[in-house]
């Protein structure tokens, strides 16, 4: 079976400009987790999807954040405008009991 | 908020000895579960221990979990160089969906 899919692997970009990341996650899975990774901060919830509805949003730094669930094998992860200090790892996971399955997260670099 | 704390932030032993990480949480669980990640790669999920269960094992590993003091250790025996990662300990605080992930504990395993 293949796992979380996410992309791109790596995005450098300028900032201001609006950065898109994607996720599909695992087929039959009901959760899917958006997570940020950095050295100082770790790994951060940012926002979690129950069958496509977004249940906490509460860890989405702020209004330059955005999440959507179209449909069960599809999300994305938006930045506009981006900044420099969103550089991080980002990771999308999803599940269908209690352990999570992650993807191999999107590098993002914002200089 | 950190739920889960791991300790120690890095361990260094050599080929074939044994790695004991802890984890300490501040709340009341219903489970909590252990993941390794490698570098340049997305977490995997190794095991979840139940707040009822106070044991459990899995290959080499082997996992506690006292919830009276609120702590667990991972034990990893007879350990490898590929057993060279970052592990994160993750817990349902406050009985909630999704889980909180500590800071992690660096593992180098030496040839």
């Known amino acids: 079976d293949a796992g979380v899919i996410q992309s791109p692997r790596h995005e450098v970009t300028e900032m201001g400009q609006e950065v898109t990341l994607r996720c599909k996650p695992i087929?039959?899975?009901?959760?899917l987790f958006w997570y940020r990774q950095t050295m100082m901060r770790g790994l951060e919830l940012l926002i979690y999807?129950?069958?496509?509805?977004?249940?906490?949003d509460s860890g989405m730094p702020e209004d330059r954040f955005s999440a959507k669930m179209p449909n069960a094998s599809f999300s994305t992860l938006k930045i506009q405008p981006s900044e420099p200090r969103d550089s991080a790892v980002y990771f999308c996971?999803?599940?269908?009991?209690?352990?999570?399955?992650f993807g191999d997260g999107t590098r993002l670099s914002i200089l | 908020s950190q739920q889960g704390e791991e300790d120690p932030q890095a361990l260094s032993i050599q080929e074939g000895e044994n790695a004991t990480m802890n984890c300490s949480y501040k709340?009341?669980?219903?489970?909590l579960q252990w993941y390794r990640q490698n570098s340049g790669r997305g977490l995997v999920h190794l095991i979840l221990?139940?707040?009822?269960?106070r044991e459990k094992h899995s290959g080499r590993l082997r996992v506690t979990l006292d919830t009276s003091k609120k702590s667990s250790s991972l034990l990893i025996t007879a350990s490898r160089a590929a057993d060279t990662a970052s592990y994160f300990c993750?817990?349902?605080?406050?009985?909630?969906?999704?889980?909180?992930f500590g800071p992690g504990t660096r593992l180098s395993v030496l040839p």
């Open positions: 993750a817990t349902d605080e406050n009985y909630g969906q999704n889980f909180v």
């Open positions: 087929s039959g899975h009901d959760y």
């Open positions: 996971a999803s599940s269908r009991g209690r352990s999570q399955h």
């Open positions: 999807f129950n069958n496509n509805v977004p249940i906490d």
């Open positions: 221990i139940r707040s009822n269960e």
């Open positions: 709340t009341s669980i219903n489970n």
